[in-house]
């Protein structure tokens, strides 16, 4: 069965303490695997998509990186604003359309200054 | 600035009615799609289209209804057959699906509550 795990389910880190959070998939095929920000009451923010192993997408603090699989997303310096809830999604390869996209149940990630 | 529009942002309506919410976009993007979170679970779909008078069932399309008369536009209507409608739905849209893997935006919901 295609899913998607996502851990830690939350994590609380202090202001400039990195860490990184993990996803690991199994899918029969990796389309692409990307990584949204959601904040309270919000939608989802898209950041990054990563196509195949050994990619890696900067953006600001935050780094993703891919392998066969899971993927990371490394928080390096984080400040209070980086405070969210972080999702991860995989889109299979079979099929031709977006309804293959699985997402998992998010880390939720709290900076304290 | 584009994006995606849903209203209202928060819906209370009595057990045993109907409810649509909107969602519209101007990306121009061909494929729309509306989720369902709750908490502690990870975004479910339950309807997705790909094109203009087209739509699919998503995963959990029972006691929910779609209609794309535009391309703009991609409403749900939550009928009173869904047993557990309270919930936060997102619409979101993508480029053409394809063969390549497009990234969703989302708009920032609609919490429904139903009592």
């Known amino acids: 069965e295609d899913q998607v795990t996502q851990s830690p389910e939350a994590l609380r880190l202090q202001e400039g303490e990195s860490s990184s959070l993990n996803c690991s998939y199994t899918?029969?095929?990796?389309?692409?695997l990307f990584w949204y920000r959601q904040d309270p009451g919000k939608g989802p923010e898209f950041l990054f998509t990563?196509?195949?192993a050994g990619e890696e997408k900067e953006k600001e603090r935050l780094k993703a990186t891919l392998t066969k699989k899971e993927s990371f997303l490394h928080i390096t310096a984080p400040k209070p604003e980086d405070s969210a809830t972080y999702l991860c999604?995989?889109?299979?390869?079979?099929?031709?359309?977006?309804?293959?996209?699985?997402f998992g149940k998010g880390t939720k990630l709290s900076v304290k200054p | 600035d584009g994006g995606i529009t849903q209203s209202p942002k928060y819906l209370f309506r009595k057990e045993g009615q109907n409810v649509t919410l909107s969602c519209e976009q101007n990306?121009?993007?061909?494929?729309m799609y509306w989720y369902r979170q709750d908490p502690g679970q990870g975004l479910r779909l339950i309807y997705y289209?790909?094109?203009?008078?087209?739509?699919q069932k998503g995963d959990i399309a029972e006691g929910y209804s779609v209609s794309r008369e535009k391309k703009e536009s991609f409403p749900l209507t939550v009928t009173s057959a869904q047993k557990n409608p309270t919930a936060f739905y997102l619409c979101?849209?993508?480029?053409?699906?394809?063969?390549?893997?497009?990234?969703?935006?989302f708009g920032n919901g609609t919490r429904l509550t139903v009592t």
């Open positions: 979101a849209s993508s480029i053409s699906t394809g063969t390549g893997a497009s990234p969703l935006h």
């Open positions: 899918v029969s095929g990796l389309r692409g």
């Open positions: 990563l196509y195949s």
């Open positions: 999604a995989v889109q299979a390869s079979y099929g031709g359309s977006q309804g293959n996209l699985i």
């Open positions: 990306l121009n993007h061909d494929a």
């Open positions: 289209s790909q094109i203009v008078n087209d739509f």
